[in-house]
């Protein structure tokens, strides 16, 4: 392992990288899915180590070829970057955990070593994006898995073409968000010369005065709001997750999104820094009002909708919605709130799409007139919806409650009129998701089942994954010296409290 760690921060790229060709060429129902299981929790355990290191180091630069920067490429693990590693590479397994029996129903058997590749390459693009130094290989990494999942996406419910047009409609948004993004970068290489991020942030304040340097800004934010489905740019999201195979709508929903997230969060608190950001330009003028109306509105489009997934998705917008409203703070203690519920909103999500992909697997449905009843048919599974939903909503004991409760101090630390008008909202919000989630509850345990509608739980293969993370919020609702306190971390490092 002493020979492993100092290369940790690229084997943990390279394991899913490498390992998707090989993974194309398997053949079988169960080795495709094993190896990449394997191939992910080597990944998870290389994040976790990384992790810990950080916490001691603050910092650790790995210089691939041996070229220093800014001249070579650089891999930078810092205390956000690894905490994001770690959300993306546990969500990654534990969905490979529950993956073996629901990929079946979804997708033919001799398209399974095609779908774990494009699987394994939507990993290593997000763990890319998460750890490289070089503005241009967030680009890269960002094609990496833009493209495996538009792939996954396709590969939708069988003989179902609206996962063909979801994953079209995703690829045409996606695109101009990636063009966007790199014509961002490319007008910041223009005006400093240098694609190192380090070395971009420390040329950035001498230009930042510069028409080619605000142009680069204007293009980033909203080539990256596009791609974390930012309201209003978030009309790809609702199709894409609910006609994409089950597992790969838990799986986006709790890391493809929240990787946009941090990506955002590194622009600005990075690169850009808090005077330009929220002085120079004021994003705030921008981001808080739109997370606002995100997670008011869309809170209330979840409402009236009739397929499980796309209430889920519309509340996904909602939630990111919250994440964007605490960056806009600019305060350490509403940065701390957007980190933390990057994690918290990963593993309640993908919780409840597990656990909606159970239902669908006996149902055959996610129309909640389809799952009328489900909850005498399947008392675990519905159990779980249920606990799923009170985290969704905030209930105390939960990570929604944590996330809150911090992005609660952060808009009332401002201490004006829009910081109440703020704290209302995620008020208002909350009283939403009651409601679209009593909804779901009313329909699976108050409602008749359908004559003939099949009856039984999943398979234990499914059904502990779905429970360990049903598990795994409360205990991080309760316990959140992991949780917080990595985030707290993140937040002061980026502040420049480290």
Known sequence: MNMVMPHAPVLAILLPLLGAPICALLRGENFPWAFTTILSALSLALSVELLFLTAEAGRISYEIGGWPPPWGIEYVVDPLSAFVMLVISGISTGVLLYARESILKEVAPKRLGLFFAAYLLALAGMMGIAVTGDAFNIFVFMEIMSLSSYVLIAMGEKNDRRALTAAFQYLIIGTIGATFILIGVGLLYLMTGTLNIADIASKFEAVSDTRPVQAAVGFLVIGIAIKLAMFPFHIWLPNAYSYAPSIVTAFFAGTATKVSVYLLIRFIFTIFGIDFSFEMVNLSEVLLPLGAIAFLSMSVVAIFQNNLKRLLAFSSVAQLGYMTVGIALASETGLTASILHIFNHAVVKTGLFLA??????????????????????????????????????????????????????????????????????????????????????????????????????????????????VGAMFYFGIETSLNAGFAEAAAKFLMGGQ
């Open 356 to 469: 909606v992909g159970a239902m669908f697997f006996t149902a055959g449905s996610v129309y909640l007139k389809d799952l009328a009843g489900i909850g005498q048919r399947m008392p675990l599974t519905s159990l779980a919806f249920v606990l799923g939903g009170l985290a969704l909503i905030g209930v105390p004991l939960t990570p929604g409650f944590i996330s809150k409760w911090y992005l609660l101090e952060a808009v009332l630390e401002r201490g004006d009129s829009v910081g109440y008008a703020l704290a209302a909202g995620m008020l208002i919000s909350s009283l939403f998701a009651v409601i679209y989630v009593w909804r779901v509850v009313e329909q699976i345990y108050f409602k008749p089942s359908p004559e003939g509608a099949a009856k039984g739980e999943v398979p234990l293969t499914m059904l502990v994954p779905v429970w360990l993370f």
